[in-house]
């Protein structure tokens, strides 16, 4: 399985700023340098794309699993966290990363654990679904702060 690893280019962020619940909100030049992952998922049509985040803190918090820990020797707490993930249909706004921009240690841990990585991003985004369309996902604690929120039309909500 290839690991796609690339940025969502700026005119992306500067084109939604009024999404909610981002990372680096407003900062649309940080946002645009921030390695994302290509988690490919064969559940509905949309591309979705998981940030790589340097203090991700603990992957499964009380109330559920927020992500997927990647440390690195100088980022013990980074991860991939599914509460910021964004689905970007259109190709024009990825630009693939030519050099990599992450440790090998972080590339070789996401490239082994990618199938696991899929599926627990597959069982957030199903939690989300569901919870969305009880009108609950602005109470649950794991969804409260998920930017998922702004892909309701993409996600059939």
Known sequence: MEVVLCYIRESYFKERRHFVKMLDTGNTGKQ???????????????????????????????????????????RTDAGLDYRYALIVNDEKYIELQTQRK????????????????????????NGYIKAARKKRNEKEPLYRESSLVNFHAELGL
């Open 102 to 125: 992450i440790p090998e240690s972080q590339y070789r841990r996401i490239k082994t654990d990618y199938e696991k990585i899929q599926k627990e991003f597959c069982i957030y985004l």
């Open 32 to 74: 645009s340098h921030r390695t994302h992952l290509c988690v490919k998922i064969a559940l509905d049509g949309n591309k979705y794309y998981v940030p790589l985040r340097n203090h991700l803190g603990g992957e499964v918090r009380k109330f559920g699993r927020i992500g997927h820990a990647v440390p690195s020797a100088s």
